[in-house]
Structures are given as C-alpha cells and as structure tokens.
C-alpha cells in the first residue's frame, strides 16, 4: 500500500581526500545497493566526490578536472536508474570555487545549490594559483 512516502537513504561513502575515482567508486556502489533495496533519493555529504577536507588543493585545476571527470562519471553509469542521487562537490564559477550539491537522475543533472568556498586569484610575479577563503 502506498502511503505517499518517499524512501530516502543518507550515504556516508569511506572517501580519500582528493582520490576522485576511489570516492567515485564508492558513491556509484552505494547509489547502486541503494537503488536494488527501493530507495528513491540517495543522498551525499558536501564535497563527497572529492573529500571535504582538500584545503588548498580547491585552488588546484587538476582536482577540479577530476572532479568534473568523477560527475561524468556518475551521470554515465547512473543513465539506467530511476533514484534521485545528490552529491557534493567542487564547481568554479567566475574565478570562485563552489561547495555544489549536484541533483542526479537518469544520467542527467537537474540542479545545482551552490556555496561559495574560495576565490582563485593569480599571483602575478609568480603566477601561482592561490585562493581566498570566505568564512
């Protein structure tokens, strides 16, 4: 009988700070179980696809990349399922870094909440990504 319920799931995936194809893995195994035990919104915590926890290595594109890679991912192996999944991560948006929750379902993403977390800025005698926090 259906009581107009929703079932929904909050995942705690184990995570390596900045491994996003190990954490990938692990958040498409436990969308997949919950998936198979009729749950209908999975949901992440903040910055699950690449581990809250990264500092200064937000201000890196090579883990903004991977993490863009790691969303591609998902959506691609996630195209045959009906659950609602919402994951965290990085996005940059006009030189800011963004503490995103990303809203998933049948390989497509339907929204984005967005938190700014840093600012990326250019140093311009050597260059160097560096970031500005916001409190």
Known sequence: ???????????VPHVKVADCKFNVEKIESLIAI???KGVQVIVFPEMSITGYTCGD???QQILL???EMGLMQI???????????????????????????VVI??????ELQLRPICRITKNSTNNDGLHQRFS
């Open 1 to 11: 009988m259906n009581y107009g319920f929703v079932k929904v799931a909050a995942a």
């Open 34 to 36: 919950a998936e198979g």
């Open 57 to 59: 290595l937000f201000g």
């Open 75 to 101: 959506l691609n192996n996630t195209r045959q399922l009906d659950i609602i999944s919402i994951v965290g991560m990085p996005v940059v948006v006009n030189s800011t870094v963004i503490n995103a929750a």
């Open 65 to 67: 990349e991977e993490a």
């Open 105 to 110: 379902q049948k390989g497509k993403c339907w």
